[in-house]
């Protein structure tokens, strides 16, 4: 599906929401008061992981009525924002190879993975008769549950890969060409005299 699909941005968006949502579940757990948040870890877990300062706490400060619902979905929203902006700084045909490459590797580097630790489930899970466990029944479960682990942790990178990435601005290309061609006018006469 991946090599056939032209743009990924609807996918990416949608991972976008479940990496960000799973992070925020860690900090800020569901159905949880704000006694129970860990909000000056959340703040740092997305500038550490995804390059985002989101100043969560000063949300909360300039509006009481942000709970654990609407702080969530301002802080997707604010990710989802940024993912958008870096996307059009790109634009769409940069941006599509962009995606999909990290995808790949991801994809790649994690499905190896994966076959390795299937392997490993597959030589140990006769093991599973002697705690009077169904070795079928476990392998079925167990191996779904390394499939699911694959599937976020694919998810989770290609997030942080596009987050991370950097994204030259109009004046850093244009004082990189700036410098491409100074070297090109030292080194033309030069390296024209060694060949003659």
């Not at 941005?9 to 006694?35: K, R």
């Not at 702080?71 to 995606?99: F, P, W």
Request: net charge negative; no cysteine.
């Amino acid at each position: 599906d991946l090599l056939d699909e032209t743009d990924l941005q609807t996918a990416i968006e949608v991972m976008n929401a479940e990496v960000y949502n799973a992070m925020i579940n860690q900090f800020i757990p569901p159905g949880s008061i704000d006694d129970q948040w860990n909000v000056d870890g959340l703040e740092d877990e997305l500038e550490d992981e995804f390059k985002l300062h989101m100043p969560i706490n000063d949300w909360l400060d300039e509006d009481r009525r942000l709970d654990e619902e609407a702080l969530r979905d301002k802080i997707v929203k604010t990710a989802l924002d940024h993912y958008h902006s870096r996307r059009e700084q790109m634009g769409d045909k940069n941006a599509a190879q962009l995606e999909r490459h990290f995808m790949l590797q991801s994809l790649d580097k994690h499905w190896k993975e994966h076959l390795t630790q299937m392997d490993q489930l597959r030589k140990g899970i006769h093991l599973r008769g002697y705690a009077q466990k169904n070795p079928e029944q476990e392998y079925k479960r167990e191996s779904f549950e390394l499939f699911q682990m694959m599937l976020g942790a694919i998810k989770s990178e290609t997030v942080q890969d596009l987050s991370r990435v950097h994204i030259p601005t109009k004046e850093e290309l244009e004082a990189l060409e700036a410098q491409q061609r100074a070297d090109r006018e030292r080194a033309g006469p030069a390296g024209r005299g060694r060949g003659g």
